[in-house]
């Protein structure tokens, strides 16, 4: 995704990924332009939080933003713990199903304006969400601007050594799909290069249910400086066959 609204949004809109979400199943999946295919976990993001979603959400504090908070399991679930929670995603359908089980959700990019920027206690970046716009630094930069001083990202890495950013479709594995868009894999040592070279500290590894996280907090008077960021640009992807279980699908939700 761009600064604002562009192809990536049309693909998370309409088309198999629209239809994925109201009906709560796949087959859904990225296809990279080699052919490789990655499979979306349509089911588990329609479906209530698992055991390895709710070991995220035990670490959030404060006011929560759920970045590509899809069909909103995440949010719903935080606001009936007492969280002030707002999903954002740039999907209309994601963002509908979403607002139907009470979500709280706004459908917008996160390189667009969003409320409260630089006032949330915590930023959730899962399902692969790491990988919006292809580009991880610059959405780590997006990320340290829309939290409070000493807040929290909390995001969930490949589960393999990957550092991958390539044009992606969006298509259901019968030929149906969308135009290309930037995408970004990273596995936890990726994600963690990528991070120091933004001014993150990890603060706290695991996983659950072969899902890694990673707990980042923004070093104090850190910024990324111009030489960082077009290096991070021209690195070089590492293109990987592995398959992993899925990415996160840029999913979004209406105002509330």
């Keep these: 995704m761009t600064a604002v609204r562009g192809p990536g949004e049309r693909n998370w809109s309409a088309g198999p990924y629209a239809q994925a979400l109201r009906t709560g199943q796949g087959p859904l999946f990225l296809r990279r332009d080699d052919g490789w295919l990655l499979p979306l976990d349509v089911e588990r993001w329609c479906a209530g939080p698992d055991a390895a ?19 909103g399991r995440l949010v719903a679930e935080l606001s009936a713990r007492g969280h002030r929670v707002l999903g954002i995603d740039v ?49 780590l930069d997006r990320a340290a601007a829309l939290l409070a001083p000493g807040g929290l990202l909390l995001a969930e890495a490949a589960p393999v050594d990957v550092d991958e950013r390539v044009d992606v479709r969006v298509e259901d594995g019968r030929g149906f799909g969308g ?7 990273v596995g936890v040592p990726a994600l963690l290069r990528h991070a120091r070279a933004s001014g993150w500290g990890a603060v706290r590894q695991w996983a659950v249910a072969g899902r890694p996280f990673v ?13 960082q960021s077009a290096e991070s640009v021209k690195r070089p992807a590492v293109i990987s066959s592995h398959r992993v279980r899925k990415p996160s699908g840029s999913s979004v939700v209406a105002d509330a």
Excluded: K, M, Y
């Excluded at 709710?54 to 929560?64: E, I, K, Q």
């Excluded at 933003?65 to 069909?71: E, M, Y």
């Design 53 to 71: 979603d709710l070991s995220v959400l035990r670490r959030c504090r404060g006011a929560v933003l759920d970045i590509g908070c899809g069909p």
């Design 91 to 139: 999907s209309e359908a994601a963002v509908a199903r979403a607002v139907g089980i009470g979500a709280r959700a706004l459908r917008r990019s996160v390189f667009e304006p969003l409320p409260d920027e630089g006032g949330w206690g915590t930023a959730l970046l899962i399902d692969g969400n790491i990988g919006i716009g292809g580009d991880p630094g610059a959405l």
């Design 179 to 185: 135009g290309p868009f930037p995408w970004a894999r």
């Design 215 to 227: 707990a980042l907090r923004r070093h104090r008077s850190s910024s990324r400086t111009a030489s």
